[in-house]
């Protein structure tokens, strides 16, 4: 983004970006169930509504733009790199892009797609072979795919925050939270004391690095 160009009203980048982001996660998430599609039209909402003021309307910018030119005098709140504004609060200076907020946020957003692109891999085969998923991923965690949606959403709020994709972040973490609960309701109907014992050596969110059997970190249960 140069200085001759708009920031916003790029209408044709926000379409191409939650595209691209949206078929990406449909590329590793492959939703199934009505569930699936729940969740994954829940962080499509987030996609489409962070790239609208990214690259559309500065919502966010608009509303804050009194107290921004009111505490950092000579910043132009409509210029690109303002609407950082992680970067613009803490005062941090040079290419906002180059920045360690920037470099996290890709981080987190690349993390979340391989875990996604992982745990779908490790529950195709498994359902396949009409098996619980306790291999890849799941061998860890119960729910990786709900943490690979939850980690590329705040990787978008560590680089560009909006008082819209702010408020959705909390819900949609509680959503997934949810469906999470339901899923395992499900698994422990359709596989009984085999996903007790699942349940009972692998953590729901954080993993157990510290005391695991190689035989829970092989899934074997």
């Not at 009194?66 to 505490?71: D, S």
């Not at 909006?162 to 469906?179: E, G, W």
Request: glycine share 8%; no cysteine.
């Amino acid at each position: 983004m140069t200085d001759a160009m708009p920031a916003y009203g790029l209408w044709t980048l926000v379409v191409i970006n939650s595209a691209a982001f949206i078929i990406f996660a449909y590329s590793f998430a492959k939703p199934q169930s009505t569930r699936d599609w729940r969740s994954f039209g829940a962080f499509s909402a987030f996609i489409v509504a962070l790239f609208t003021e990214m690259y559309g309307i500065p919502l966010t910018i608009y509303l804050l733009s009194g107290w921004l030119q009111g505490r950092y005098p000579g910043l132009d709140p409509l210029s690109h790199d303002a609407g950082h504004l992680w970067w613009t609060v803490f005062g941090m200076q040079g290419n906002p892009h180059f920045g360690v907020l920037h470099i996290l946020s890709n981080v987190m957003i690349a993390a979340g797609f391989i875990l996604l692109s992982a745990a779908w891999r490790a529950l195709y085969r498994a359902q396949k072979q009409h098996r619980l998923a306790v291999t890849g991923p799941y061998a860890y965690v119960r729910h990786p795919q709900y943490i690979g949606f939850i980690a590329i959403m705040l990787g978008f709020l560590l680089q560009w925050p909006t008082i819209l994709t702010v408020v959705m972040f909390p819900l949609l973490v509680a959503m997934y939270v949810r469906l999470a609960l339901s899923e395992e309701n499900d698994a422990r109907r359709a596989f009984g004391e085999a996903y007790d014992r699942y349940a009972a050596t692998t953590a729901r969110w954080v993993p157990r690095l510290i005391g695991r059997s190689a035989a829970d970190a092989h899934g074997k249960v």
